[in-house]
């Protein structure tokens, strides 16, 4: 039978103001089993709060907490992409305000692209995703052992 390797999670040690917004209550200290599960506790907060920001924002947090460094192209398209997204979901395929400052939308028009526009988005979402991740990789770390 195989084993699998477990490889350590990485800690980014947060620096500064980082390291004094990140809390826990006093409830999870007495509850927590290690110090371990304090961290996953702590690193889980930081994910949630992450999924829940703007595009905008999100790509602030990704190159002030990560490093990491988006091309003028993904800041520009990405909300832009995320706005459309967003219209077809919840506006019923009409422009809102927030896509129209950001588009040649204006308020109230109907959503249309074609075909290849659609895989067009796909295509810049996969080589952002890919440039991120590779980045990412190549940023030396700090580990907890």
């Given amino acids: 039978m195989k084993r699998k390797l477990i490889q350590k999670p990485i800690l980014m040690v947060p620096n500064g103001k980082q390291a004094k917004e990140k809390n826990i209550s006093y409830l999870e200290f007495i509850q927590s089993e290690s110090k371990e599960k304090l961290i996953d506790q702590l690193a889980e907060k930081e994910v949630r709060n992450v999924l829940y920001k703007s595009v905008d924002d999100l790509i602030k947090y990704c190159e002030n907490r990560l ?6 192209d993904s800041k520009r ?3 832009r992409v995320s706005g459309i997204r967003n219209c077809l979901m919840h506006n019923n395929g009409k422009a809102d305000a927030k896509l129209a400052s950001i588009s040649n939308y204006s308020i109230g028009d109907a959503i249309t692209f074609k075909p290849g526009e659609v895989h067009g988005f796909g295509l810049m979402v996969r080589s952002l995703a890919s440039e991120l991740i590779r980045q990412f990789k190549e940023q030396p770390k700090i580990t907890n052992g």
């Fill in 67 to 72: 490093g990491l460094i988006w091309t003028d």
């Fill in 77 to 79: 398209e990405l909300p």
